[in-house]
C-alpha cells in the first residue's frame, strides 16, 4: 500500500513539473505531493516505528534511504518558501528552479531506495 501512495505522490510531482508555467495547476499538485509524502511517512512512523528501527544498528542503505528522506523533506519547505517568493513578489526564482532540480532527484532517489531497505 505504501508503495502505491509513494507512486501516487510521484506521478503528482511529475504532473506538477509538467504544468510549472501554469500555476493554478502547478501549486496546487505540489502542495498535495507534499501533504501525500508527510502522510506517509508519519503512517510509516506510527506503524513501523522506523525511528526506533533506525536507532537500533541500521544497514548503510537504510542510513542512506534516511538521510535522502529527510533531505528530501527539507527541499519540500525549501521548495514551497521559494514558491511563496516567486509568487508574492517575483524573486527567487532561479533558485526555486534550481532547487527543484535537486529536489526532484532526491525524491527519485527517496523512491529507488525505498524498494533496496
Ligand atoms: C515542491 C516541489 C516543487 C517543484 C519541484 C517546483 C518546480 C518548479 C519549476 C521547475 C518551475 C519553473 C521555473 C522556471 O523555469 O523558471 C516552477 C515554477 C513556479 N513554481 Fe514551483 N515547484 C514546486 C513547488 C511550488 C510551490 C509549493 C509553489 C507555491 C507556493 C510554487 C510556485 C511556483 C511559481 C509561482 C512558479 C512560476 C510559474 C510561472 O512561470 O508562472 N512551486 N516550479
Given amino acids: 500500500m505504501t508503495y502505491a501512495v509513494s507512486t501516487l505522490a510521484l506521478l503528482i510531482l511529475a504532473a506538477g513539473f509538467l504544468n510549472r508555467f501554469h500555476r493554478r495547476r502547478h501549486i496546487p499538485l505540489m502542495l498535495s505531493a507534499f501533504a501525500i509524502d508527510l502522510g506517509l511517512l508519519l503512517h510509516i512512523e506510527i506503524t513501523r516505528h522506523a525511528i526506533e528501527k533506525v536507532s537500533r544498528q541500521p544497514s548503510r542503505l537504510l542510513l542512506l534511504h534516511v538521510l535522502i528522506s529527510v533531505l528530501m523533506l527539507l527541499g519540500y519547505v525549501v521548495m514551497v518558501c521559494a514558491g511563496i517568493m516567486v509568487l508574492r513578489r517575483n524573486r527567487w526564482r532561479r533558485l526555486h528552479r534550481h532547487a527543484a ?3 526532484l532527484t ?6 529507488v531506495t525505498s524498494y533496496l531497505v
Avoid at 532526491?106 to 523512491?111: I, K
Fill in 106 to 111: 532526491l525524491r527519485a532517489l527517496n523512491y
Fill in 101 to 103: 532540480k535537486v529536489f
